[in-house]
């Protein structure tokens, strides 16, 4: 069985950072690209960042771009996201999903982690 | 960016019925789309992707059609567990982006 347990949120200031973890289990886990979305209160889902399955391939929403940074350790099967220089605004539950084949829609997902961002 | 747009953002329907949520795309996404259905506290599930084909396990009361621009989820008799926000989402291209989501709610 597919299994994705993401860890790492919290309470944290303004201009603070985070490390996300999301840990891998029940498939070949460097086979997949893999992505992170997030759902703020109240908000629908929000993509944030993808990685291919090498990790040699990634993408961001503008909004995260420069402040966030997606990685994996296909030896630990195990993905990341650093998230740095936070925002009221990246206040959301993040989520962690395996992503189809070769292409990008999301298969199997986690059921999140809650970043807070605030004073 | 393609922005996806979800209609009607509720819809009400009673047990047993057909329910039809559309999503239109800014431009072309061929076959790219995916459906998926969340309920709180949940992790968002996978319907559909290559916007006709059921993921593992989905019944097929479960089915989607179009291309292009114009997509559709329906639901053909509605049970009590698939009362829930669904969304669509295109994989055209990047970014990547959701539709804002449609509430099936209890009529």
């Known amino acids: 069985e597919v299994q994705l347990l993401e860890s790492g949120g919290g309470l944290v200031q303004p201009g603070g950072s985070l490390r996300l973890s999301c840990a891998a289990s029940?498939?070949?886990?460097?086979?997949?690209?893999m992505t992170w979305v997030r759902q703020a209160p109240g908000k629908g889902l929000e993509w944030v960042s993808s990685?291919?399955?090498?990790?040699?391939?990634?993408h961001y929403t503008d909004s995260v771009k420069g402040r966030f940074t997606i990685s994996r350790d296909n030896s630990k099967k195990t993905l990341y996201l650093q998230m740095n220089s936070l925002r009221a605004e990246d206040t959301a539950v993040y989520s962690c999903?395996?992503?189809?084949?070769?292409?990008?829609?999301?298969?199997?997902w986690g059921k999140g982690t809650t970043v807070t961002v605030s004073s | 960016e393609i922005v996806m747009t979800q209609s009607p953002a509720t819809l009400s329907v009673s047990p047993g019925e057909r329910a039809t949520l559309s999503c239109r795309a800014s431009?072309?996404?061929?076959?790219?789309l995916a459906w998926y259905q969340r309920k709180p506290g949940q992790a968002p599930r996978l319907l559909i992707y290559?916007?006709?084909t059921r993921a593992t396990g989905i019944p097929d009361r479960f089915s989607g059609s179009g291309s292009g621009t114009e997509f559709t989820l329906t639901i053909s008799s509605l049970q009590s567990e698939d009362f829930a926000v669904y969304y669509c989402?295109?994989?055209?291209?990047?970014?990547?982006?959701f539709g804002g989501g449609t509430k099936v709610e209890i009529k």
């Open positions: 999903a395996n992503n189809g084949g070769y292409d990008y829609y999301m298969d199997v």
């Open positions: 029940g498939f070949a886990f460097s086979s997949y690209a």
């Open positions: 990685i291919s399955g090498r990790g040699d391939s990634t």
């Open positions: 431009q072309s996404v061929s076959s790219n």
């Open positions: 290559g916007a006709s």
């Open positions: 989402q295109q994989y055209y291209n990047w970014p990547l982006t």
